[in-house]
């Protein structure tokens, strides 16, 4: 439409697209931002998931393995049973909060992303003290990848929450 066009009108800074009111171009980067949170979501369900699914393996794996022994008539160490159910609970705990902080990734998104993060290293750290130093190596790609997914998430989360607070104040 030429009967839009002004030449009179302000420019635009260098490297800047003019934005319409409405047009929706001003809320692209936040589209994306919300791509990348959406990534880290679903990451962290897959991670609970598999957690999770792994817990229960443990679960009914140890009691098999306790039937068997008794009788075999094996000598059963109850505390080192708890210990083990304990660990195999802890397990079943991280799984949970993984799929809760994938679900509510939206409403805290920095906090969640970072959470995730920590929470992953931190049982990745807890497998290698617990089941020795070649568990740093099983499945390296997919922990690198993992590790990425939730750094990047991180910074688009940070971005996304500074460009939430700032829309909260344009109304202003």
Known sequence: MADDFNPYSAPQASGQLPVEEGSGLKSLGQE????????????????????????????????????????????????????????????????????GMGIFIYSYPVP???????????????????????MITKGIVFKILIIAGLWQAIQAAQAYERER?????DGF
């Open 32 to 99: 994306v931002r919300k791509t990348s949170l959406n990534k880290a979501r679903w990451i962290m369900i897959v991670l609970g998931v598999i957690q999770i699914g792994i817990a229960i393996f443990l679960y009914f794996n140890t009691q098999g393995q306790i039937r068997d022994a008794e009788r075999k008539g094996m000598i059963i160490d109850h505390d080192v049973v708890r210990l083990l159910w304990f660990i195999i609970a802890g397990a079943g705990a991280i799984g949970s909060a993984f799929i």
């Open 112 to 134: 969640f992303t970072i959470a995730g993060l920590v929470i992953y290293a931190g049982d990745q750290l807890l497998g290698v003290v617990l089941g020795g130093p070649e």
């Open 165 to 169: 607070r700032m829309s909260r104040y």
